[in-house]
Every structure is written in C-alpha cells, then in structure tokens.
C-alpha cells in the first residue's frame, strides 16, 4: 500500500517541505522546495504564509502523514523563539487538515540516514541521493533537510525501508574503502612512516 509523508524543516524565514511517496520498495520525490517569507516584514504574516502555503500543499497531495524536524536549541532566544512559532504554524496546518504529526530531533533524522547523528548535511544530501535515487539532482539545503524527516519518518515505521538503508550504508562504506586502498596503492610515496615522527 503506497503511503505520502510530508516533510517539514521549520524555518521563521525559510521553511523546507516536501513530499515523498513510497510504495512498497519504490520511492518517488513529488515535491521538495522552500516555503521563503524573508520577504514580508511582519512576523505574523510570516506565519501565516507558512501555514496557508503548507495548507496549499497538504490539499494538493494528500499526504497520510507529516513528519516535522523539532528545533533543540540556539545561540539567540529570539531566534529559536521564532523558529518555535514557524514550527507551529506548519504544524497546525496539518493538525487542521486532519494529518498525523510526528517529531523528529535532528541527531535523530541524521542518524537515520547516515548511521549518525553528528554528520554533515552534505553527507545527508549524499545519502539521500543514493536511498531515493535522485540522480545528483540538487535542492536547496532546507528542502533537502525536509526530504529527510520524511525518510526519517518512513525508516521508522517500515522494515523495508531499513533494510534498503543498511544495504546502502554498506556499499557507501566499501567504496570508500576500496577508493582509500586504490589511492595508497598509486602513491605510496605519500604515505608517511611512524619513524619519521
């Protein structure tokens, strides 16, 4: 049975959504953009726009589900403060439309796909390019964040989903192995020896 998350990486300034479907062990990117209101001087029009646009797109794909990236902490009060609010908006846009919210800490959406949760959001992109088959193609960092709460949401409620993630890990692994193994074997001059400190 096919099933439609939507992806959510709140943002007071740019909110990355998405939507990806799966069905069985077919993955399909139906949509992954950036909600921007850097624009609107207003923070409550910020807010709104967030909410109506995910509103927008929620009638538009019908989604089973939305998974949403919850925000730990930041250097500036007003900012998370901010960031808090953005969160909200989108997720009452869901909770309004009738879709079941599910949160998701950062460490935790990484790990998921990259095996931890301190990597990089290049790593991240990699991974995901890999797991869904993107064909190199490249989004914006905040829609490629919300791509992977989905896949975050999906590799926690599917069996299929981990496995088809370890599979992926484990070829990503032994290529850096054999690229390592390839490179000493072609320079071993610039190999340096313990004795010369």
């Known amino acids: ?4 998350v ?39 029009d910020r807010l709104q726009s967030i909410y109506m646009q995910v509103t927008v797109l929620i009638e538009r794909f019908s989604p089973d589900s939305c998974a949403v990236e919850t925000p730990l902490y930041g250097k ?4 998370l403060l901010k960031l808090g609010r953005a969160q909200a908006a ?3 846009a869901a909770v309004n439309a009738g879709v079941n919210i599910e949160e998701y800490y950062p460490k935790m959406v990484k ?6 949760g301190n990597a990089s959001k290049e790593q991240v992109a990699y991974m995901l390019d890999r797991i869904l088959g993107l064909n190199g193609q490249k989004f914006p960092a905040d829609a490629t964040d919300a791509l992977a709460v989905a896949w975050c949401h999906l590799t926690r409620n599917n069996a299929p989903n981990r496995e088809a993630l370890k599979s992926s890990r484990k070829s990503h692994q032994n290529n850096a192995r054999d690229n390592w ?6 320079n071993p001059d610039r190999l340096k020896s313990s004795d010369q400190g």
């Open 1 to 4: 049975m096919a099933s439609v």
């Open 6 to 44: 939507l992806g959510i990486d709140p943002g007071s300034r740019n909110t990355g959504i998405s939507v990806l479907r799966q069905d069985g062990n077919r993955y399909e990117t139906l949509y992954c953009d950036v909600i921007k209101v850097g624009h609107l001087e207003s923070h409550v």
């Open 76 to 79: 500036d009060p007003l900012a």
């Open 90 to 92: 989108a997720i009452m």
């Open 111 to 116: 790990k998921s796909i990259t095996g931890n």
């Open 181 to 186: 193994s390839a490179f000493i074997a072609q």
